[in-house]
Every structure is written in C-alpha cells, then in structure tokens.
C-alpha cells in the first residue's frame, strides 16, 4: 500500500468554519501498511476558492513534521475562506498522491465588524422554579443572487437560533459557560440553504443558562447578570462580490414562548398550549409583541470558539418501567448518564400535565432524590390535546432513573427515550481486558467523563453544583487525553483560567469562577486544584505534542507558581492550622469532614509546589528561556529538598505513614535514590496494613499503583486494583455502578445512600486510575509529546489472560494487546507510521527498539504470585 494522507486538520477544530486564528496550524496523519515508514518531506497548498489561480505551494519541505505545523503564508483576516491539502515523502522518497482539499474559514478577528447589537428582552421578577424562556425575532430582506450565508451568534443565558421557520445547527445550550466578562464565545453556521431571496426571519429562542439561572450552592442566581440578552448577526455575499450584514438591534421585538420555565438545575416546563405557531417565519406579524432593549457589549471580548459544542451525542432506551413500593411509575435506562428525556408525548385532555423527574440511582425502590440537594431536576410537559414529540431545550439532568407522573393511558418503552449530551469531542481511546469487572470499570470512566464534559470539565452533573472544579480536572486530564480529543475543549477552559485568576496569580478552585459558594472558607493558593494551571496544559503538550498551549499560557503558569511559592515562603514552609482541600475524600475521612485526610495539606501542598516548579522549569527550557528555567529549577530542588526533611524520614520513611504520602514522593521525584526504593516496599506494606483497600483521596489515589510498580510491588497494585471490597474501585462496580462515584461509599452495601449531604454518583476524579489501566495494564503510554514515541511496557497479572487498548494519537492508530496464557505471553503492538517505539517485555529482559507497524513478541512469564505481596496486617 502506498501512503495516503487524510484531510489536513486545523488547529484542534474538528469544523474549522468561524475559527478564532489568523495563523492556523496545520496537522495531517498518513495511512500506510510499510512497516518503518517514516515522513522525510511534506508540501502544503493554499488556494483561495473560486479565485482561479491565486494558489501558494510551500514547495517541498525537508521535514518530518505533521503535527500542528505552521501556518505557511499571510495572516488570514477575517471572512477568509481557503482550501488547504498537503501531499508527503516517505523512506523511498516517492510524492504520495495529495490529500483530499480541507475547507477552513475565519470569523470575525476584528472586533469593529460586529455591527449587531446585544438585545434584551423583557423578564419577570425572578422566582423559585426557573424563569421563563423567550421569544424574539427580527427579518432581514435580502437581494438576489446569494452566494454564501453565515450566521454568528452568541448571548448571555442560553439559545436555540431559528431561521425561517427552521432550526439553526445541531448545538444544545450554546454558547455554554465562560468567563462572561472577559471571553464571550460565538459560533458560526453556514445557512446557504436556509436564506432566500426576500424577507428572511431570525429567531432565538432564550433561556437563563448559567449566566442568570440557578448556580452553585444554597439556590443563588442572577450570578453574571438579571438579564438575558441575545447577539445575531446575519451575512449574505452575493454574486456580484456585495456583502450585506444584518442583526439584532431595536427593531427586534420579544415575546413570552411555550417555555414558561428553564433552569438547569430545576428543569424545563413547556405548555404546548402556548405554541406560537410560525413566530420565527417570515410575515409573522409580531405587532403586539414588545420592543427589545439594547445592551452593552465590547465586541473585543465576543470570542470564536476553540472546540466543539455541545451537541446530541447519543439516545438510550428503557429497559424497565416499573412500580415504586408508593405506587409511582419509574423508568430505568440501565446507564447512569447525562442529558434529558425525549417524550413522544400522546394526545391527552388540555392542560393535563406530565411530570418527569429525574434521580441517578433508587432508595428503598424510589427515586433517590436527597443527593440533588437543591435541584429539583423536574421537566413537565402540558398538553395542548394532540399527539407531538418533545425534548426540553434549556436544561440537563444527571439521572437513570425517570418518574413518570401524569400519564395519559399507559405508559411503555416506545414512549421514552434518553437523549445524551456533551461536547461533542472525537473518541480517541479504547481499553478492556478479560476481567469483565475492570473492563466495566472502565466503561465507567467513559460515561462519567461523557456526562461531565459538558462544555465545562464539572465535578458532577446532577446537583445544585456543576461547577469546574479545578482539582477534578487536574488528576483526570491525562485519562481525558486518551479517552478523547480534549484538546480544543481544555484549550478554551484554560483561557478561562487564564482570565480569572487574580491579579496576584491565585487559581480559582473552579473555572469559570463566579461567586456561588457563601461558605468556602477562605482560600489562598490550593494545592492540586490552582496546579490545573501548569498540569492541564502540560499534559495536553505531552498527549497532543502542543508547545504552543504551553506559549499561551505561560504568563497563567508562572504566575500561579510564584503566588503559590509565595503562601509557602523563603523556607517552603506552609503555615499550620488553617483549610486546605488537601487530599479530599481519602477514603479514612469522615463523611461530614470531606477534607480530613491522613496526611497534612502541607506535605500534600509541598509535593505540589514541587511539581508545578518542574513543570514550568521544563516548559521554560522548551520555550527558550533559560533564566526562569534556573529560577524555576531552584524552586523545584528547595521543595523537594523540605518534602523530604520535613514529611521523610532519611531512610525513606513517612512522617505521616499513608498511601498518598508515599505515592506524592515517589510519582514525583521528591526522593533521593536509596529513600525511594524504601519508600515503595513502605508503601506496599501501607496498602497491605489498609488491607489492600483505596487509602487515599483525589490528589493521592492517582499515583499510588503508578507507585507501586515503579519500585517493584506491582503485585501489590493488582490487589489493590483488583479489591472488591468498599473502599476500591470495583466495590461501586459489585453495586452496580454504570459511572465513578465522588466517594468510595456513596452508597452503602445495603443499598442505602451516603447519609453525607455530599452524595454524587458520577464524578471523574477517582475514574484518573484509568490512566493507569491504559499505561500500564495494557502498556500503552506516550514517551515524547505526542506519542511521536512509544512507551510499550505492560504489567500483567494471572488474574487476566488478555488486554487490549488502543489510542488514535496525532499520527495515527497505536495499539497495544497481550493474552497471558500460564507462563506464555503473547504481545502483538501496532505502532503508527512517523513514529517509533520502545517495547519492555514482562521478563526483564532488555528493551527493544521498533520502528512503525505491526510487532508481536512472545516471552515466558513467571510473574510475582499474589502470595508474595505483602500480606495484611493490621496498622496497631
């Protein structure tokens, strides 16, 4: 086979129409079946469409780049549109055939050609339930001759965009959640199709959303604005070159809608008996409606997106309606997961009204709503008398279970259906293995991710919460990478965090911040949660191979450094007393003290301020700045250094014996040769005294079986991996858990919820082990920044016979599968063209260096039976 080139990618846009950059960068994977190939040169052309002849060619380039490859020509302005495709030189220095054209287009990167205005309409006095969503409309008259057609919009709240009659895109509660003040995001559809010649209507149909609705703790709202407000701007190039804008402005007119209620957290109210039939259709006559106000806006701050939006991504049907023990009707999807119900709502008397509500898991056989704190998660229907479909359109629940109340006739499974929602992100990664408990585990991992990135990395997507915790995110990134292409997604999130933090550096705890939370105790810079700020870029470097995140956020990286460098002082010594989130939610921690771990947050905020350091050291050497790379490289020795006289004893030993105390100082390099390796055997005699149970909280549990098989003890890890009992991983999968759980017992074994007022049943922090399960179990880890070299080195067990992961990295698919048969084991790994690998099989034996393609490897296994890990013992 000859290599074939795909599409050129742009940037991290998987639609690159309306993108935000001047200078795009480039990306391009071959498909070949020559083992070693390897790209030697590569030519780019730009052509301008329907320009004839005004194309550019790089000419050919000596290099072996492919990934994110620099823009060739001129800065683009705004409205450009260009055809790029690119053609490459293998090994036998033969041109392949050139990939097929990709067509990219820019938005609007001068802020002076939004010529709409921000318009709002009318609202109520804010209530308990949610506000009503509304209606509001303007027409457009348009000329002859169209050639192309582009909507831009945006708002404050959350809208669905009509243009004649019909529904404008795909997207669900665009534009999503961002630092409002500072980076309000658009999008741009192509509406060719949906203009004409004459009077053309544009509608928007407009709800809170985080901007005006519920958010956070204690039912706080109105926490960005106490309005909602809507920008629209229409563009329509004719024939003849002429290019005529419209948009919102005074002449638009509002009304109330068939959605009398919207909340994220409280649900969706639609009366089909209010319908306005034909209101965003041409001619409408909207004469009693009322006059919109116009608003303030920057346009400098009205943003293009990084990454997809959020979008359907999936629908789930019921595999049970039943009767609750007090006689209601619930329905079980047999998936914990995130979106809303599509209701094929039957003809019915007018005015009878259905009630869902919503809940992830049951209580004594009925829906366990206690956990949903304030959020009431209830979408009601009325009837207007005939039969129609409907889904809400400004609201999303966490849920498995419905309760169906209200029924016309009798409820079945054709009636409902599940709608998932999330950004809608490219799946990149695969793992299962032959323990179906620890495949499901990871099947787990996935929904849990699904349901909490929504637009924004949340902690959970059911309760009075959803917020991005920083935390969260910062030990999940890595397995997020490799699930899916996070890239422009975390790209966009990160800008946020760049946007809020302080003046002085300081990470909020979660991004975007907003003043939500009255009973946060006072926070400096926290450990683990303001390191989102180095960690989450770092990795999307190391998954992606992109520096040039690290260029962009630089001044975000070392500016929390120094501000969390400065809590700790001259000394590196962290003030005692005083709240820290620490290692939440170690599994010793008593339900109502979430924040009491084993180990002090100073050793935990010690270990953290070393590992930023190293990081902004590394980015520093990679960007060319050698001083702040001496700087940052002496903060890194001064913190280690206090990790390992305070919290270490010389030998190795823990000053406060816990798991995460161990794992923090070897994952990150803390310890000197000799306290490490004794370090490990002490860590696997800690996991053993905690009975091979989870002893550690978000910050510790990550590391741990990275710990352990890195000194030695990956016997251990299995048996820890592997524990069935509360606290582990698995015990929530003996329970039935289809996602990850915030706490190791959100519900007790008798099938009893957490009595904790902290009760969430999907919640990424804990699913990090994944991690562990791709780089490890299976052997399948990056060993340059974007897998542009491979890292192949299992650790299997007897307890498996196979497993498998794959990842499509930047240059293709990688994949990695091994079957354990006795003593006999077997590796097959497919390592993609432009990149190379080193292959470290079980029996110790030298590692091997292979080029791309297709490998197997077999060797004799004699693994480290369970009998030798240390056995339990108890801690007195």
């Known amino acids: 086979m000859t290599a074939a080139v795909r599409p050129v990618t742009i940037e991290h846009h998987r639609e690159p129409l309306g993108i935000g950059e001047s200078h795009p960068r480039l990306s391009w994977v071959v498909d070949t079946d020559e083992a070693g190939w390897r790209q030697r040169a590569y030519e780019i052309e730009v052509s301008v469409p329907e320009a004839g002849t005004e194309t550019f060619t790089s000419g050919r380039v000596d290099s072996d780049a492919q990934v994110l490859v620099d823009w060739p020509v001129e800065a683009l302005p705004s409205r450009a549109r260009r055809s790029v495709r690119v053609r490459v030189w293998g090994p036998d220095d033969a041109a392949s055939a050139w990939s097929d054209p990709t067509a990219l287009e820019t938005g609007l990167t001068d802020p002076a050609l939004w010529t709409a205005s921000l318009v709002a309409p009318g609202l109520p006095a804010p209530g308990d339930d949610g506000e009503p969503a509304m209606l509001l409309r303007g027409e457009a008259t348009l000329g002859s001759g169209i050639r192309r057609a582009r909507i831009r919009a945006t708002a404050h709240g959350v809208m669905t965009l009509h243009l004649n009659g019909e529904t404008v895109g795909e997207d669900v509660l665009h ?57 629209v701007q229409l563009e329509v190039e004719h024939e003849d070159g002429s290019l005529a804008v419209f948009g919102t402005d005074g002449t638009w007119r509002w009304a109330p809608g068939p959605v009398t209620r919207a909340d994220l957290y409280m649900g969706e109210t639609f009366d089909a008996r209010r319908a306005v ?253 303001g390191d989102a700020a180095t960690v989450v870029p770092w990795t999307l470097y190391e998954r992606y191979g992109d520096v040039g995140i690290l260029r962009r956020q630089w001044a975000s990286m070392t500016s929390w450094t120094d501000f969390f460098a400065a809590r700790a002082g001259d ?86 014996p816990s798991q995460t105390a161990y794992a923090l100082g070897i994952a990150f390099d803390l310890l000197l040769p000799d306290q490490r390796q004794h370090a490990g055997s002490l860590l696997a005699d800690q996991v053993a005294a905690d009975g091979f149970h989870v002893g550690s909280g978000f910050l510790g549990t990550p590391v741990v079986c990275d710990a352990l098989a890195d000194t030695g003890h990956a016997a251990t890890a299995w048996r820890l991996l592997l524990q069935q009992e509360c606290p582990s991983w698995l015990y929530a999968v003996t329970m039935g858990a289809t996602t990850i759980w915030e706490r190791w017992n959100s519900m007790l074994p008798d099938g009893s919820i957490n009595p904790g007022e902290m009760t969430s049943f999907n919640h990424y922090a804990f699913g990090a082990i994944a991690d562990f399960l791709h780089r490890r179990v299976a052997g399948l880890a990056p060993d340059a920044p974007g897998y542009r070299r491979l890292r192949i080195a299992p650790v299997p067990t007897p307890e498996l016979t196979w497993a498998r992961a794959s990842h499509e990295t930047p240059y293709g698919r990688a994949a990695v599968s091994w079957t354990l048969d006795g003593e006999d084991f077997a590796l097959e790994v497919v390592v993609p063209p432009s990149t190379e690998a080193t292959v470290q099989l079980p029996d110790g034996s030298a590692p091997i260096e292979v080029a791309s393609g297709t490998h197997t490897f077999t060797c004799r296994f004699a693994p480290e039976s369970a009998a030798s890990a240390p056995a339990a013992f108890s801690a007195a």
Request: with cysteine; glycine share 10%.
């Open 571 to 656: 000394e590196i010594d962290f003030p005692g007393g005083g709240f820290s989130f620490g290692d939440w939610l170690d599994s010793a921690a008593p339900d109502d003290q979430p924040w009491a771990a084993r180990l002090p947050w100073q050793a935990v905020a010690t270990a953290y301020l070393a590992r930023s350091a190293r990081i902004v050291r590394d980015t520093a050497l990679l960007l060319g700045d050698e001083s702040a790379a001496a700087r940052y490289d002496g903060l890194f020795d001064r913190a280690a250094t206090r990790f390992r006289t305070e919290y270490v004893t010389p030998s190795g030993r823990a000053a406060f």
């Open 175 to 231: 534009p999503g959640w961002t630092s409002y003040v500072n980076r309000l995001r658009y999008r741009t559809w192509d509406v060719t199709d949906q203009v004409r010649e004459g009077v053309n209507a544009l509608g928007v149909h407009l709800a809170d959303g985080w901007y005006r609705g519920f958010l956070g703790f204690g039912g706080l709202r109105d926490t960005y604005g106490d309005r909602t407000a809507a920008l």
């Open 277 to 529: 039939a034909g209101w965003s259709e041409p001619g409408f006559d909207d004469s009693a409606w009322r006059p919109v106000s116009v608003v303030d806006l920057d346009p400098a701050t009205v943003v293009a997106p990084d990454g997809p939006a959020v979008r359907r991504t999936a629908s789930v049907r019921p595999v049970a309606i039943t009767t609750s023990p007090a006689g209601r009707t619930l329905v079980d999807f047999g998936q914990n997961l995130v979106g809303r119900l599509r209701v094929r709502v039957p003809a019915g008397e007018p005015g009878t009204t259905i009630t869902l509500r919503h809940a992830e898991v049951l209580e004594d056989g009925e829906l366990g709503t206690r956990p949903l704190r304030r959020a009431k998660a209830t979408d009601e229907v009325v009837i207007a008398g005939g039969a129609f479909t409907w889904e809400p359109a400004f609201t999303f629940h966490g849920f498995r279970y419905a309760e169906v109340e209200g029924w016309p006739g009798e409820l079945t499974l054709d009636d409902l259906e599940a709608v998932v929602v999330h950004t809608d992100m490219r799946r990149l990664g695969a793992f299962e293995a032959s323990d179906p408990l620890l495949t499901r585990l990871h099947e787990n991992v996935v929904w849990g991710m699904r349901g909490n990135f929504l637009d924004v990395p949340t902690d959970c997507p059911q309760r009075d919460e959803r917020l991005g915790w920083t935390g969260d995110l910062q030990v999940f990134a890595p397995t997020a990478s490799f699930l899916y292409d996070t890239s422009g997604m975390l790209t966009g999130w990160l800008a946020d965090l760049a946007a809020d933090q302080t003046a002085e550096g300081n990470v909020p705890v979660y991004v975007p911040w907003a003043e939500v939370d009255p009973h946060l105790p006072p926070l400096g810079a926290e450990a683990g949660w």
